[in-house]
Each structure stands twice: as structure tokens, then as C-alpha cells.
């Protein structure tokens, strides 16, 4: 592993940022892959889960351009997605999720 040395004042690391989706919507699973096909160029890794339908809940997590969605049952909560990458400041990627829900 690398590890810069304490005398080091430039950082090794791009700047990134961190992103939270949060709602209570419902969305479709094809309208999901639609929203992450939209998104994904500004995430560097993107999780969490989604509900797709009142008793459909997924699973979602992508690095780079490798996504993948897997139902799972155990899961009880609202919609919640982190996301870390370079994001513009005129973006709320919340709106944007949410926009895709009511198409």
C-alpha cells in the first residue's frame, strides 16, 4: 500500500465529494435504470437501496460503470443511495431521482 510521507503537502487524492438520495418515492425499475444511466458519469461508487414497488425493494451498487440491482426481501426503509464522485454544484441529484419517479 502507498502512504504519503508526512512531509508531503500536495494530497494524493482527487477531490471528491459525497452525495445522499433520500425519499420516500417509489420508482420503477425500469425508470430506476433510466435515472443511473443518466447519473452515472458523475459517480465514481453509488449504493444503497430503492423501493420499486409497495412490497419491492432493490439493492443497487456501481462503481465506475458497473452497476448491478438485486431484489431483496429483508429490507423495510425508504429510498436512500449514497454516492461519492465529482458532482456540479447545479445538480441536486435528489430532484433528478425524483423527476424519473413521476415520469
Known sequence: ??????????????DLQSVVIKTN????????????????IDFIRFKGFVNTAKDKKVVVQGIFDD??????????GSTELVGIGRFSENQNYT?????????
Open 1 to 14: 500500500m502507498f502512504f504519503p510521507s508526512e512531509e508531503s503537502t500536495e494530497s494524493c487524492r482527487p
Open 25 to 40: 418515492q417509489i420508482i420503477s425499475l425500469e425508470k430506476l435504470k433510466l435515472f443511473i444511466e443518466s447519473v452515472k
Open 67 to 76: 452497476y448491478t440491482i438485486k431484489e431483496v426481501e429483508w429490507f423495510a
Open 95 to 103: 430532484e433528478t431521482f425524483e423527476k424519473y419517479c413521476n415520469q
